[in-house]
């Protein structure tokens, strides 16, 4: 969705714009409180007329005071008869503060607000004595602190709601970004729209998209030049090993060569699967298990050389190809350094139905590998040779880890007690694996 022309462009901007409408809406809500509680005013203006009242009470003549009295409703009342005062707090105080500026600094005031509603005022400026005032239920009614707090709170909580929102759709391109790098580094082809980013960001997201751009153009260029390589290869070793195969001289000289041939084609072939790693393979519902079975088949012809042991698991999305190549991997390595034994396959789920993952293990009882070189076998060309004598080009294990990356899971190795290696491939069966995945 585009942005509109009128809202702001620019990260200071929106900033800026943000902070000016909480500001206003604070202040408005502010101003609905006040101009809905008028309690404050109200009490105002009473004490403003019970000091006209009494003033105009002590001002008279003696014999006056009696017609005053009974126009006005008051009446005197001895010490001891005044009742104690009710306490609405700050609501009191400001009472007896206002009743002091009317009438005096040492006029002394109660208050009851129910039961009856009445002030008794006592004013030594005025004269001698308290004197009853009657007063409507309507001051004091209701008002408490927690009216207030209760006000001020829900102010504070709708404010602090909008700037959220805000504060959302400011970081709304940054998360954008984040997720665009996660994305483009899974090997997915991604760009990230300028028309409706704030203006700061414009160039971020134009420089992520040349970015990618490169990447994929860098990407695009290695599979050509390796394919290219492997095409010119292949046909003279081809021609090599049949110019080999009509030699019959020395049968075991013509079978070594033959089998330095076949291993360069192996290698060409892991070079080729390193380079291309099924980016761009399709993905599809499949039966993990099912598949297991199928790749791992031909090893068990004969003889049984992997053992399975796998538990159901619910069909997810996965690319059919790279994952057999996955599986081919692990079993291969299991085989060559696994000392002889049979190689045990193992496939669960696991996780809590908000986030499963299979986890898939390929087990061995071969000499394992040195624990200071678990975490960089599976780079490119590094092999565990020094513990796990073989050969091959070192793309085997870095391919496992690529692929794995490739469908949002991981791969490890982990000695196992007794002797042997363990491979443990996690993949998600939604979108993103686990953090506390095991």
């Avoid at 414009?202 to 290219?228: C, H, K, P, S, W």
């Avoid at 019959?248 to 360069?264: A, C, G, K, S």
């Avoid at 057999?324 to 299991?334: F, G, P, S």
């Amino acid at each position: 969705m585009k942005t509109p022309y009128w809202f702001p462009q620019s990260f200071f901007a929106r900033t800026l714009w943000l902070v000016l409408i909480v500001v206003l809406f604070s202040k408005a809500l502010t101003l609905v409180y006040l101009m809905m509680n008028e309690d404050v005013l109200v009490d105002r203006q009473y004490s403003h007329g019970a000091a006209l009242t009494l003033r105009a009470y002590w001002a008279a003549s003696p014999e006056d005071r009696d017609h005053i009295a009974e126009a006005a409703g008051l009446k005197r009342i001895p010490r001891d008869k005044v009742p104690a005062s009710e306490q609405h707090w700050p609501y009191s105080e400001i009472f007896q503060r206002q009743m002091q500026t009317e009438l005096g600094p040492d006029t002394e005031t109660r208050v009851r607000a129910t039961s009856p509603p009445a002030l008794w005022v006592r004013a030594p400026s005025l004269g001698d004595g308290w004197v009853r005032v009657p007063m409507y239920p309507h001051p004091l009614r209701g008002q408490r602190i927690w009216s207030v707090l209760g006000w001020f709170l829900g102010i504070g909580l709708l404010s602090t709601a909008a700037a959220w929102i805000f504060v959302r759709q400011l970081n709304a391109p940054l998360k954008r970004l984040v997720y665009a790098a996660r994305q483009l580094g899974q090997g997915r082809s991604v760009r990230l729209p300028i028309s409706d980013t704030p203006s700061e960001m414009t160039e971020v997201y134009r420089a992520f998209n040349q970015m990618a751009e490169d990447v994929e153009q860098a990407a695009r260029e290695r599979e050509l030049m390796l394919a290219g390589v492997s095409h010119d290869l292949r046909t003279p070793l081809t021609r090599l090993r049949l110019a080999l195969e009509f030699m019959e001289n020395d049968t075991e000289l013509t079978d070594d060569m033959v089998r330095d041939i076949e291993d360069m084609d192996a290698i060409l072939d892991q070079f080729l699967a390193f380079i291309r790693d099924g980016r761009g393979e399709p993905v599809e519902e499949a039966d993990f298990c099912e598949l297991v079975r199928e790749t791992l088949a031909p090893y068990n012809q004969g003889s049984e050389r992997v053992r399975l042991c796998l538990e159901p698991i619910p069909p997810f999305p996965l690319r059919r190809v790279s994952t057999k190549r996955l599986l081919t991997n692990l079993v291969e390595n299991a085989l060559n350094h696994g000392g002889g034994d049979a190689v045990e396959v193992v496939a669960s789920l696991a996780g809590d139905h908000a986030a499963p993952y299979v986890v898939l293990s390929v087990l061995d009882r071969g000499a394992g590998i040195d624990p200071g070189e678990l975490d960089s076998i599976f780079n490119p060309f590094i092999r565990g040779d020094r513990a796990r004598g073989g050969r091959g080009t070192g793309l085997g294990l870095a391919i496992v880890k690529r692929i794995a990356s490739l469908h949002g899971g991981s791969v490890e190795l982990r000695n196992r007690s007794g002797g042997g290696l363990e491979a443990r491939v996690k993949l998600p069966l939604g979108l993103l694996l686990p953090r506390d995945a095991v």
